[in-house]
């Protein structure tokens, strides 16, 4: 059974939206790991689907969660905004506005997705 959901996240991949990106993306992911700059993107999503921890985790979860990429955040909460955080980042969205949920620097150090569940339910 769903439990109910009750806070917003908004996760923001360091990424451009589209096809011609996400192949890019995944063709970066293989040829140059170490170089990829989105590690919420590797850590939530393999070569060409989404990690089935992450999946799980996510349809199970209490929050609401929204996922955008830069340029659809930019579309979303203007370019002034987008250029106040580092990215990637998960933010709480309340009527008190955007906060940091999950800082870049944090994001970083995470090596796998159950790193990211663990992160994102230690602070409920």
């Known amino acids: 059974m769903k439990r109910e959901k009750t806070a917003k996240l908004l996760f923001v991949y360091n990424a451009n939206s589209g096809i011609r990106n996400t192949i890019l993306d995944s063709m970066h992911?293989?040829?140059?790991?170490?170089?990829?700059?989105?590690n919420l993107c590797d850590i939530t999503?393999?070569?060409?689907?989404?990690?089935?921890?992450?999946?799980?985790?996510?349809?199970?979860?209490?929050?609401?969660?929204?996922?955008?990429?830069?340029?659809e955040f930019a579309r979303a909460y203007g370019s002034k905004l987008v250029n106040k955080f580092t990215l990637p980042i998960v933010l709480s969205?309340?009527?008190?506005g955007l906060k940091i949920f999950i800082s870049t620097e944090e994001l970083n150090q995470l090596k796998t997705a159950q790193d990211l569940v663990e992160s994102i339910e230690k602070q409920t």
């Open 29 to 38: 992911k293989v040829f140059s790991p170490s170089t990829y700059e989105c």
């Open 93 to 96: 969205d309340s009527e008190k």
């Open 45 to 71: 999503f393999g070569i060409v689907s989404e990690n089935k921890t992450w999946k799980k985790f996510r349809q199970e979860s209490q929050y609401k969660m929204v996922f955008l990429h830069k340029d």
